[in-house]
C-alpha cells in the first residue's frame, strides 16, 4: 500500500506486504533526509539516511528514495511486520544547519 | 547499545511554575537538541547546542526557555514560568557529528503536563 504523508496520514497494510511511506519537503536546499521511526510512548528511532548526491538507499527490509526533482522522499519497508506498526517521521537538514526539521508523520498499522 | 536518557518520564506542574527537564546524551556524542511534540503531532525542533553554546533555535524557544551543559554528562532545559501551551512530550537527542551529517539519537522523552 502507499501513503501520501500530510494529505494521508494513516496506511494500512496486510502483514507480508510491502508498504510505502511518502513524504514531501518544501526546502529545495535540504540535503541530508532521515526516516524515523516512533513507537507509542517512546522518542523518534533512527531507520535509515540518505544524501542528496543519492537518489536510492537500502537497509535491511527498508529502502529509502529521494527524487529532488519534485522534492520527494519515500520509504519502502519490505514484508511488512506486525513490529513495524507505528508512525514514521521524514526529516530534513541543510548543510551547516543544525536545526533538523521533521515532516507530519504517517501512522503504519500492520494487519495480522 | 548507548542510549540518550532523560528524567522524569512524567512531569505534572502548575502554570506560572519552573521546570526543568533534565537529559544523559550519549556519551561521546558533541551536538546536543531538544524538541517537543504535542500529543498527536509532529515533532518540532527547539534548540541545538554545540561547544557550549546554542547554535540554533526555533521560533518556539522564546526568552520563557533555557539550556544549559551543567557539566559533562546532563543536558538541560529550563521553561521559566510554565503555560498550559507547554504542555507536550519533550525530546532529547544528541548526535556525534552536526545535524546536516549525522542522525540524531533520541531519548523517551519526559511528558509535560501543565494545569
Known amino acids: 500500500g502507499e501513503s501520501v504523508g500530510l494529505h494521508l496520514p494513516t496506511l494500512s497494510v496486510q502483514e507480508g506486504d510491502n508498504s510505502i511511506i511518502n513524504c514531501a519537503y518544501s526546502?529545495?536546499?535540504?540535503?541530508?533526509f532521515i526516516w524515523y521511526k516512533q513507537e507509542s510512548g517512546k522518542g523518534p528511532q533512527f531507520i535509515i539516511d540518505i544524501r542528496s548526491n543519492m537518489d536510492k538507499r537500502q537497509g535491511q527490509r527498508v529502502t529509502v528514495l529521494l527524487n529532488k526533482t519534485v522534492k520527494h522522499l519515500s520509504l519502502q519497508i519490505a514484508a511488512t511486520q506486525p513490529g513495524d506498526s507505528a508512525v514514521y517521521f521524514c526529516a530534513e537538514n541543510t548543510s551547516n544547519n543544525n536545526d533538523m526539521r521533521f515532516g507530519a508523520g504517517t501512522r503504519l498499522t500492520v494487519k495480522p | 547499545e548507548p542510549e540518550v536518557t532523560q528524567t522524569p518520564s512524567h512531569q505534572v506542574t502548575q502554570m506560572g511554575q519552573e521546570v526543568i527537564l533534565r537529559c544523559v546524551p550519549i556519551?561521546?556524542?558533541?551536538?546536543f537538541y531538544w524538541y517537543r511534540q504535542i500529543l498527536g503531532q509532529k515533532v518540532e525542533f527547539l534548540v541545538s547546542f554545540y561547544n557550549n553554546e546554542i547554535s540554533e533555535k526555533s521560533e518556539i524557544f522564546d526568552d520563557q526557555f533555557s539550556v544549559e551543559r551543567p557539566d559533562g554528562s546532563n543536558f538541560t532545559l529550563k521553561i521559566r514560568s510554565t503555560k498550559l501551551e507547554d504542555s507536550a512530550m519533550y525530546f532529547c537527542?544528541?548526535?556525534?557529528?552536526?545535524?546536516?551529517?549525522?542522525?540524531?539519537?533520541f531519548g523517551n522523552g519526559t511528558r509535560l503536563t501543565v494545569t
Open positions: 537527542a544528541s548526535s556525534s557529528q552536526g545535524g546536516d551529517n549525522s542522525p540524531l539519537h
Open positions: 526546502n529545495s536546499a535540504s540535503d541530508y
Open positions: 556519551s561521546n556524542h558533541l551536538y
